[in-house]
């Protein structure tokens, strides 16, 4: 069994973005190999292996495999910053930013292609590892459309907030560990269970990186505090408290949504915590990380063996940052 | 065996964007269904169905390759159009032009999805399949990117520009037929003549298109007579022109190519005349078309079984519009 930075080590290691993609035509793979390069936590790949890893040694159809989590991964990230006009990813300038609209829609589609010719390599379960990855495509798709939608609308529910970002984040978490299942020869219910556990993990962060935007420690983070409130973004914390919020209260959300002034961002953290949607959402985080450490225990496998998948868990959950 | 007319109406029988796509997100699938919906050729699917049914009755397995042809082809139109910044497609707005660059590359994205979820539906050969499909769509992206490569280079030769519609058109039609013959069992040496076959029908039938546009009858056609032209775009004829033309010649193209005066298309016209490009142009597509009808002669099966497909290689290439 191996640790987190184990297999992130040997990930980096064997994944190598200049072999995988020609050098011609160099305006196409150049940016290819520029957005692989710059980093990244590799958390997809590294979740499809260590489950490969609880069924036996990993193999090589996982490794195909956690290629094309990685690579679609990447993929939506040079898509998405389009659509959301991001100038940076990961502190350096995105591919539309350093190359062109174009490149960014060109370059995307075709790391797209790359992801599935990486799975096409598997020697085994080819088409249900296919459906279980269109399937999961399609959802990141689908999450991405409504995260765009909810920003249009100002009655958008818990419920379809929680919806929206399984799909576009939680489902490639659970889809990756259910590969590295399946290529592993885990079918069934253990392969189910560690999708599960992926779906929730998957939540848990996300709803927890909702909380530590707004009241996470800035030198922790390297962050500014409130990024979130800042760019009016439909985080749980704006959800629910419009929500809870008297007819008074709400009308001060919604000034404060369309103020521009410095204390914009203390005055709606004061709000948020007079309406306790602090806590609303560590309970949040604390549901779904409990359903996730359930999933895992329900996986039959000796219990020795799940302890890198428990750590990393873990790990993405006790942050601070 | 069934004729272009019969298989493209079957075809659009059993091909249903409203089945293919959810409802929702609508702002996700409303763009796919129309640009399915404003019509096309349909000549990639149809080909598909050709070649399947020269190895028997066409099959479940050629079906669903028949809708992943078709379902990429329209997911590259969708890019292309943004990339080319084109307002309009079939007459009808573009997608991005209808409902904005986001929906263009989001609905783009999960369209080239939905290619592969089809795809992954055949019983047979699936791998085989994948193979050829991604090593295709992969093609089709370095020649979108040569293409738009080329529009910034003024010393494209004609090897290179035959390489690139080869990539950017022709590959994706030869895909189409050998996907129906592997979906019919036709392995090896057949499936690799329909390869060629579709590969050099392609680069004829672009090569046709080229000269249309500049020597074609506008009133057959439809279209403004010099309309590549106006639009300086780089086609073999400018750039045989460029090849054959003295240096005097050579300053007269250049000029025009930065002109913008109304008997631009006029002058040029005569210069192509002068510099016998159209002769040069009609020889290659001859030169094409010969190799695509030779191809057809060494696939292994009953020449009247090939009848539908030399009718629509003969259909393409006769047109005179």
């Not at 991001?86 to 062109?100: C, D, F, Q, S, V």
């Not at 085994?124 to 959802?139: H, P, W, Y």
């Not at 809870?244 to 961002?265: F, H």
């Amino acid at each position: 069994m191996h640790s987190f930075p184990e297999l992130l080590k040997k990930f980096e290691d064997r994944f190598n973005p200049e072999a995988i993609f020609p050098g011609m035509p160099a305006n196409l793979y150049e940016p290819c190999k520029y957005i692989l390069g710059i980093g990244g936590k590799r958390v997809r790949p590294v979740l499809c292996l260590m489950a490969n890893e609880l069924f036996g040694p990993i193999n090589e159809d996982a490794w195909n495999a956690s290629y094309a989590v990685e690579l679609f991964h990447n993929f939506t990230l040079i898509h998405d910053d389009i659509m959301d006009k991001a100038p940076l990813r990961r502190g350096m300038p995105t591919i539309h930013n350093k190359y062109g609209l174009t490149s960014g829609i060109l370059s995307g589609d075709v790391m797209n292609i790359f992801a599935y010719q990486s799975l096409a390599k598997v020697s085994n379960s080819l088409q249900k590892l296919m459906e279980l990855f269109n399937q999961t495509a399609i959802e990141v798709c689908e999450g991405q459309q409504l995260d765009m939608d909810f920003e249009q609308r100002n009655d958008v529910t818990i419920e379809e907030y929680i919806n929206m970002i399984a799909l576009k984040t939680s489902v490639l978490l659970a889809c990756s560990l259910k590969m590295g299942a399946i290529t592993g020869g885990g079918m069934g219910d253990n392969a189910n269970k560690l999708y599960a556990f992926g779906r929730n993990l998957g939540l848990a962060f996300q709803l927890q990186d909702d909380y530590l935007d707004a009241f996470g420690d800035p030198e922790k983070s390297g962050k500014q505090v409130g990024g979130d409130i800042l760019a009016n973004k439909k985080t749980i914390l704006l959800i629910q408290a419009l929500n809870v919020a008297n007819e008074q209260q709400r009308q001060q959300i919604n000034t404060l949504l369309e103020s521009d002034t410095t204390d914009k961002v203390e005055k709606m953290l004061t709000l948020f915590r007079t309406l306790k949607v602090d806590e609303y959402c560590r309970e949040q985080v604390h549901y779904y990380s409990e359903l996730a450490f359930k999933n895992m225990d329900d996986v039959a496998i000796p219990s020795a063996r799940k302890e890198p998948l428990l750590q990393l868990a873990q790990y993405l959950l006790m942050r601070d940052k």
